[in-house]
């Protein structure tokens, strides 16, 4: 006797759809496993017989075979537990095989028969719909997320009992049909408008949320760099459907989607200076998203950046180049999106006040060897460097009203619709995120722009890398303006925003 039933493999923030094949034959009574499994998988046999028991199920006494095809690759968790039973219960005849062929099982089974919550959920249906499953079974826990998945049908199941009525057609559970989950209800955030003074960060911030630039910021200690990093999620462009099911995928592989409602508004994640590599990065005894990715389409904040140990800040490279990172492990490599925009907040020196001589009482050594924490070309990897002064008594009055974070908002909106028109089909979908052959193509130079890059080029010793990121950003100013072509005062703003980089780490 022969049954099936699929289930899907995470594997970065996609899935691969895995078939438990479940054989039945007369012999020596065993239940075996087999094909690629970890330990948590292969314990599966243990608690599938026992639920299978407790949930009424008394089996013949027979030799059961099961294998997790393709066996090449290496199934993690405990996700696979109910297409593992719905297959042995198909091989028993206890549930019609072409009832279970075109449906989807996840779920990690308890002792006692019920089905508990599992990540990874919502990669999975959206692959199960790519390759035409008509119906999906999860834990009721996340079936609000499967559901955002439209074009299948989602039955949330507290039982293995539950999914075998169903299948065998005498249930009374209803599928949930294409309910988009909502966020989190909306909760007061901070403002822009809260801001006293600092009008050239203001600015800085508001041009890397239009072109999804790095930013770093240099600055005594009360400047306002965290105050003015936790409020640019506030002025990001809105997320797409596609955006909020890339974030969500993520969310949902790490099993931090809570309550099973989608990310629609971009992340912010801002970790302590003492967060490892691996949290970071990812990866981890079982590869999981870290917290580069998690910050994916909204804002990685690192605060007292040359505190953060040395291994920690170069892992960053690969990301903050390619918008991605690869984890390797022995048996795989794994692929998360790091699309978010990178903040990071630094004193000048040990005690801060640098260049202050009335306050700053460190050494010119002292001086290089703190700001040599951070390497030269882990600083070049950032789009616009700023350095914050003191903040004057006059503007700490707050006599004049600042701007709020909903009209800059709306200015970064529109440089964001330029940009995605502008890059439709292509795999950039803002300036930051431009490939060098597209930055020749799209960041053209008028005459007087042009000659004035060829002199500060030469002038400033630039590298290729810092060349095309200030195109970038001049690119991003120009969108701003509503201007196609880059005029000479969009990229002497550029390379303003390149100063504290020359000062601090030039020559």
């Known amino acids: ?33 087999v094909g690629a499994s970890a330990c948590e998988t292969r314990e599966a046999k243990e608690r599938v017989r026992i639920a299978l028991e407790n949930s009424g199920y008394r089996l013949p006494v027979k030799r059961i075979t099961v294998n997790l095809s393709p066996a090449d690759i290496r199934k993690e968790g405990t996700a696979f537990d109910l297409s593992i039973a719905v297959a042995v219960l198909t091989a028993f005849g206890l549930i019609s095989e072409k009832a279970a062929e075109n449906s989807i099982f996840l779920g990690e089974l308890c002792l006692d028969g019920g089905v508990n919550p599992v990540p990874g959920v919502l990669p999975a249906v959206c692959r199960a719909k790519e390759e035409g499953f008509l119906q999906c079974f999860v834990p009721v826990e996340n079936a609000r997320e499967a559901a955002a998945v439209q074009g299948i049908l989602v039955y949330g199941v507290r039982s293995l009992r539950e999914v075998a009525a169903v299948l065998n057609g005498n249930g009374d559970l209803l599928p949930c049909i294409g309910s988009v989950p909502a966020g989190e209800p909306e909760r007061e955030q901070p403002d822009f408008s809260e801001v006293q003074g600092q009008r050239m960060a203001k600015r800085a911030l508001e041009i890397a949320a239009a072109g999804g630039h790095n930013v770093l910021m240099i600055g005594p200690p009360g400047t306002g760099k965290t105050m003015l990093a936790k409020r640019l999620p506030t002025i990001l462009p809105s997320l797409s459907f596609e955006e909020v099911l890339e974030i969500s995928k993520i969310y949902s592989v790490a099993g931090l989607l809570s309550g099973g409602r989608l990310i629609t508004e971009p992340p912010f994640q801002a970790p302590h200076h003492t967060v490892t590599p691996s949290a970071l990065a990812g990866g981890g005894r079982r590869a999981a998203p870290g917290l580069v990715s998690l910050a994916h389409r909204g804002v990685l904040f690192l605060d007292e950046f040359p505190e953060f140990r040395r291994e920690t800040m170069e892992i960053l490279r690969q990301p903050l180049e390619e918008r991605r990172i690869t984890v390797s492990r022995y048996e795989a490599a794994y692929t998360y999106p790091a699309g978010g925009i990178l903040i990071a907040a630094m004193n000048p020196c040990s005690c801060g006040f640098y260049p202050d001589r009335t306050k700053c009482r460190c050494s010119q050594a002292q001086i290089k060897r703190y700001i040599g924490k951070i390497s030269r070309p882990l600083a070049e990897r950032f789009d616009l460097c700023l350095e914050l002064l003191p903040v004057r008594y006059s503007d700490l009055l707050g006599a004049a009203p600042q701007e709020g974070s909903a009209e800059i908002r709306k200015r970064v909106e529109t440089a964001r619709n330029r940009q995605r028109e502008r890059y439709r089909g292509l795999a950039a979908v803002c300036n930051a995120e431009l490939s060098g052959a597209e930055v020749r193509r799209y960041c053209r130079l008028e005459k007087e722009a042009a000659e004035r890059m060829e002199e500060a080029y030469k002038k400033c010793s630039f590298s290729a890398r810092a060349y095309h990121r200030i195109l970038k950003t001049a690119r991003t100013i120009a969108d701003l303006a509503g201007t196609e072509k880059i005029e000479e005062a969009q990229l002497a703003e550029a390379l303003l925003y390149r100063e504290p980089d020359r000062k601090y780490w030039g020559e």
Request: charge should be negative; aromatic fraction near 10%.
């Open 1 to 33: 006797m022969f049954g099936k039933a699929y289930s899907a493999a995470v594997l970065g923030i996609d899935a691969e759809l895995i078939l438990a094949e479940a054989d039945v034959k007369d012999g020596l009574p065993c239940f075996s496993m």
